[in-house]
């Protein structure tokens, strides 16, 4: 890896693993259901601000719904946080080309896993005016 380049983690996949760890708390009561919603949404706040507001929230509002291995997880994390929060990738300026998920990449990849060696010209460039629809949309 070049030393100017750092790991970022996908904002997406970062959300996803939250909602899986925290999924106790989308079944209960309202409360711990915002509690839930905040944890979903801190990897897309655009604001360091709004970022470590939410976070202060959501450990002032623990008091028994979260366990100390829920803490323990969200601290690991929150340690990270300029690897997969936006707010974090937008004010440190990392060159990411606006992007911040791999979910194009994951869509580009299966449009061209269609291809193979024996493919043609012709299946290439079909292939190609695909990717580029799906990106225009």
């Not at 209960?28 to 919603?37: F, R, V």
């Not at 719904?65 to 990270?80: F, G, V």
Request: hydrophobic fraction near 30%.
């Amino acid at each position: 890896m070049c030393p100017l380049s750092i790991k970022l983690l996908c904002t997406w996949h970062r959300s996803e693993n939250f909602k899986k760890k925290f999924l106790f708390l989308n079944r209960k009561n309202l409360k711990e259901k915002e509690l839930y919603l905040k944890i979903d949404n801190l990897p897309y706040e655009e604001s360091v601000e709004k970022f470590e507001e939410s976070y202060a929230l959501i450990l002032s509002n623990t008091n028994l719904l979260l366990k100390e291995q829920d803490l323990k997880y969200l601290e690991e994390y929150y340690n990270k946080k300029e690897q997969w929060c936006k707010g974090y990738m937008i004010h440190k300026k990392y060159f990411t080309c606006g992007i911040c998920t791999t979910q194009r990449v994951e869509s580009m990849h299966a449009t061209f896993t269609k291809l193979t060696l024996k493919s043609s010209l012709q299946e290439l460039l079909k292939v190609l005016k695909e990717s580029v629809h799906k990106t225009n949309d």
